[in-house]
């Protein structure tokens, strides 16, 4: 399993401040939130950024983005 890089963790990190600037939720609250919901509609196990592959990293990339484009509407 080829870990995380730097680049999608600080990607990540980026997206969930946008997402929490527009909710008014904490980075903290923000990345909780959408994990929760990321890993209940893909029926996966809850997962730390530290150390999930690179693969679970560019579908929670792919996730955000989705997420917040259909949310912000």
Not at 3 to 9: G, S, V, Y
Not at 36 to 51: E, G, K
Not at 55 to 62: G, K, L, N
Request: with cysteine.
């Amino acid at each position: 399993m080829e870990r995380i890089t730097d680049k999608q963790r600080k990607y990540i990190f980026v997206l969930v401040r946008n997402y929490a600037d527009l909710t008014k939720y904490t980075p903290e609250e923000a990345r909780e939130i959408l994990t929760i919901i990321y890993c209940h509609q893909n029926s996966v196990p809850s997962f730390s950024l530290s150390d999930c592959s690179q693969e679970r990293a560019s579908d929670f990339i792919e996730f955000i983005l989705k997420y917040t484009e259909e949310w912000g509407k």
